[in-house]
C-alpha cells in the first residue's frame, strides 16, 4: 500500500487521460471523521464544497456508499445529484434510478425480530446500543468500556447464534461496530458493480474507490479487478486489498482538492479561467 501522494504524478496523468471517471467514497472515516455517536459525524464544509464542484465537472460521477440508511446518508451529506448507496449496497439512489434489494426487503420482519432480541441482550451494558436501519442492524460499543467488552461479546454471540446457524444472517466486524445483515450475496463491491453498469462504464471509465474499514475491502476488490484506484483511509499498517494510502480525511479533504484541480479541462487548467 503506497502513499498516494507519492504517486500523484503518475495518477494525474492517469486522471487527466481517462474519458470518465467515477468517485465511491464512503462517509464514516473518510469524508467525516468518527464519532463517539453516528448522529455526531459531522462532514466539513470544505468537503462538501468539493463534492459539488467534482458533480459539476462535466467527466466525473460522485457515488457516497455507506452502511448508514439511505436517507440517513443523504441528510448528512446533503449535496444533490450525487449517487448515494446506503445499506451496504442494498439500497441507492441516483442518475440511474433507484434501487432495493428485493431479499432485503423480506429479510424485514426477521431483521425487526431480532433487534428486539439484540436489545435485551446487549443494552444491558452501559454504552452499548443497536441501530435499526431497516434493512440491517447495528451493534455500537465505541463507548463500552474495556472491562465490559467481553460480557458483551458472550451476550451478542448467545444472541445471534440460532439466527447465524440457520443462516439467516451474516455479521461483519468493523470499528467498534457489528454489521448485521440478511444472509444474501451482496455488499458494497457489487453494488458499485451494479452503479457503473447502469453508467455504462467501460475500460476508459477510472473507477475510484475510498474507504476505511472492513465493510469496504469487497469494493476495494471489484475496483483493482476493473483496473482503478482503491484508497485505504487511515493506519498505514492494515490488512487491505487497497494499493493506496491516506491517512485520515483530513488528507482526503486535500487530495478531492487536487483532485479537482486535475479533473479540470486542460485549457480551463493552462488558463487560468
Given at each position: 500500500m503506497r502513499p498516494l501522494g507519492n504517486a500523484w504524478p503518475r495518477l494525474r496523468r492517469q486522471l487527466q487521460a481517462a474519458r470518465y471517471v467515477c468517485l465511491f467514497l464512503d462517509f464514516?472515516?473518510?469524508?467525516?471523521?468518527?464519532?463517539?455517536?453516528?448522529?455526531?459525524?459531522?462532514?466539513?464544509?470544505?468537503?462538501?464544497?468539493?463534492?459539488?464542484?467534482?458533480?459539476?465537472?462535466?467527466?466525473?460521477?460522485?457515488?457516497?456508499?455507506?452502511?448508514?440508511?439511505?436517507?440517513?446518508?443523504?441528510?448528512?451529506?446533503?449535496?444533490?445529484?450525487?449517487?448515494?448507496?446506503?445499506?451496504?449496497?442494498?439500497?441507492?439512489?441516483?442518475?440511474?434510478?433507484?434501487?432495493?434489494?428485493?431479499?432485503?426487503?423480506?429479510?424485514?420482519?426477521?431483521?425487526?425480530?431480532?433487534?428486539?432480541?439484540?436489545?435485551?441482550?446487549?443494552?444491558?451494558?452501559?454504552?452499548?446500543?443497536?441501530?435499526?436501519?431497516?434493512?440491517?442492524?447495528?451493534?455500537?460499543?465505541?463507548?463500552?468500556?474495556?472491562?465490559?467488552?467481553?460480557?458483551?461479546?458472550?451476550?451478542?454471540?448467545?444472541?445471534m447464534q440460532p439466527y447465524e446457524d440457520k443462516r439467516h444472517v451474516r455479521v461483519c466486524r468493523g470499528k467498534a461496530i457489528w454489521e448485521i445483515r440478511p444472509d444474501i450475496r451482496w455488499h458494497k463491491g457489487l453494488a458499485i458493480r451494479w452503479a457503473l453498469r447502469r453508467m455504462h462504464a467501460n475500460r476508459s471509465t477510472l473507477v475510484i474507490c475510498l474507504g476505511d474499514d472492513r465493510t469496504d475491502e469487497d469494493a476495494f476488490h471489484v475496483v483493482n479487478h476493473h483496473g482503478g484506484l482503491s484508497i485505504f483511509v487511515g493506519r498505514r499498517s492494515t490488512r487491505t486489498a487497497a494499493r493506496y494510502w491516506l491517512k485520515n480525511p483530513r488528507e482526503v479533504q486535500k487530495w478531492l482538492a487536487d483532485l479537482c484541480h486535475a479533473c479540470q479541462p486542460l485549457n480551463a487548467t493552462e488558463g487560468g479561467a
Open positions: 464514516d472515516g473518510t469524508l467525516a471523521p468518527l464519532a463517539e455517536h453516528p448522529s455526531k459525524a459531522r462532514m466539513p464544509d470544505r468537503a462538501r464544497a468539493l463534492l459539488k464542484q467534482l458533480r459539476n465537472t462535466p467527466r466525473v460521477s460522485v457515488g457516497i456508499v455507506s452502511g448508514r440508511r439511505l436517507q440517513d446518508l443523504k441528510r448528512c451529506v446533503c449535496v444533490r445529484g450525487l449517487s448515494y448507496i446506503g445499506n451496504h449496497g442494498l439500497e441507492a439512489e441516483g442518475p440511474y434510478g433507484r434501487y432495493l434489494h428485493p431479499l432485503a426487503r423480506r429479510s424485514r420482519p426477521l431483521l425487526k425480530q431480532l433487534a428486539r432480541k439484540l436489545r435485551r441482550a446487549v443494552e444491558l451494558i452501559p454504552g452499548a446500543w443497536v441501530e435499526d436501519k431497516e434493512l440491517t442492524l447495528s451493534v455500537h460499543y465505541r463507548r463500552v468500556s474495556i472491562t465490559h467488552r467481553p460480557v458483551l461479546r458472550r451476550n451478542f454471540r448467545n444472541a
